[in-house]
């Protein structure tokens, strides 16, 4: 089997957001997006999204703070009452997961550029920011509003350009094996496929440059 210790010591890493840098509680999250859902659309859904964006990175009482100070003609109490527990419930907990943070750090220690892309609607910037990724990444793709997904090999290469690297000086890392690792193997990257709940037995095939890890700390060797 194919190591992370095999791989090539990369000069860019690119990261997939949910399962691999933010441990996504899924009843949470399908709560908070049927949330989003319910107001409907409209103004009202417009100034909540950006009043949750632009205070991503403050406490949630101060969150909490900046809705309450938004006049009733704007933000009717029902939607008000929604975002507060969109606050408490989705917002506050969020966290990077525990065996990022070292290898982040390193990465910063070291000076190799990282980036970010993620297959999903714009609500992923107000998870981007919670999580302080925002001044942290060199570059961020999120796919609805790049206009391609993964694994369509123009989001990877357009962050190949943005860390100013060729394709095969960038490790992907990711969770999925079709979208993040054929994916950036395909457009030359190597890779490495986070499988959070133990690497299967038997391993399924793996395209060429590519290593199973349970963790990202297997990873910090490359940069050792």
């Not at 499988?195 to 910090?220: F, K």
Request: aromatic share 6%; charged share 15%.
């Amino acid at each position: 089997m194919v190591s992370p210790h095999d791989l090539r010591a990369p000069l860019g890493v690119l990261f997939d957001l949910d399962s691999t840098l933010y441990i996504n509680d899924e009843l949470l999250e399908e709560q908070g997006l049927a949330a989003f859902q319910a107001i409907g659309g409209g103004q009202e859904l417009s100034l909540l999204m950006r009043v949750l964006n632009d205070a991503a990175v403050a406490e949630p009482r101060q969150m909490r703070a900046l809705l309450d100070a938004i006049p009733r003609e704007s933000l009717s109490n029902p939607v008000r009452e929604i975002g507060h527990n969109i606050i408490a419930n989705w917002i506050a907990p969020m966290q990077l997961v525990a065996d990022a943070v070292p290898l982040l750090n390193q990465l910063e220690v070291l000076g190799i550029p990282f980036g970010i892309i993620t297959n999903a609607p714009d609500v992923q910037w107000l998870k981007i920011k919670r999580l302080g990724l925002h001044t942290r990444a060199r570059c961020i793709y999120v796919s609805d509003q790049f206009g391609a997904h993964k694994p369509d090999p123009t989001i990877f290469l357009a962050a190949a350009s943005s860390l100013n690297l060729d394709p095969q000086n960038i490790l992907m890392v990711g969770d999925s094996l079709a979208s993040d690792v054929f994916g950036g193997c395909g457009v030359g990257m190597q890779a490495a496929w986070v499988c959070r709940e133990g690497i299967p037995n038997p391993l399924p095939e793996l395209p060429s440059g590519a290593a199973p890890i349970a963790l990202l700390t297997e990873l910090l060797p490359l940069f050792g």
